[in-house]
Nanobody
Framework: QVQLAESGGGLVQAGDSLRLSCVVSGFTSDYHTITWFRQAPGKEREGVSC????????YYGDSVAGRFTISRDSAKNSLYLQMNSLKPEDTANYYC????????????????????WGQGTQVTVSS
């Protein structure tokens, strides 16, 4: 059974940093795409960042580009999201997702239904 477990969320002040982690287990196929999403109450799901595992290419949503950095440790089946210069509008539940397809190269990488999703970790940024 595929499981994705996020951690690292919390309550921080504007301008602070956080590092989120996502551990993937039970995936019997090689996943090509790993993505961070976020969703705030009453808002649509938003793609934060995507990483193509075949070559390490990374992609970012416009609202986080330049502030967030996605990375992975394949040996640990782990994905990370370093979030700097946090803003109140970054407040959301952050969750990771994986897929066997190569989705990052698609402009609509954030609109697909991925093969597996985590439950998320809450990030709250106070002003």
């Amino acid at each position: 059974q595929v499981q994705l477990a996020e951690s690292g969320g919390g309550l921080v002040q504007a301008g602070d940093s956080l590092r989120l982690s996502c551990v993937v287990s039970g995936f019997t196929s090689d996943y090509h795409t790993i993505t961070w999403f976020r969703q705030a109450p009453g808002k649509e799901r938003e793609g934060v960042s995507c990483i193509d595992t075949s070559d390490g290419s990374t992609y970012y949503g416009d609202s986080v580009a330049g502030r967030f950095t996605i990375s992975r440790d394949s040996a640990k089946n782990s994905l990370y999201l370093q979030m700097n210069s946090l803003k109140p509008e970054d407040t959301a539940n952050y969750y990771c997702a994986v897929d066997v397809r190569n989705l990052c190269v698609d402009d609509d990488w954030d609109l697909y239904e991925y093969d597996a999703w985590g439950q998320g970790t809450q990030v709250t940024v106070s002003s």
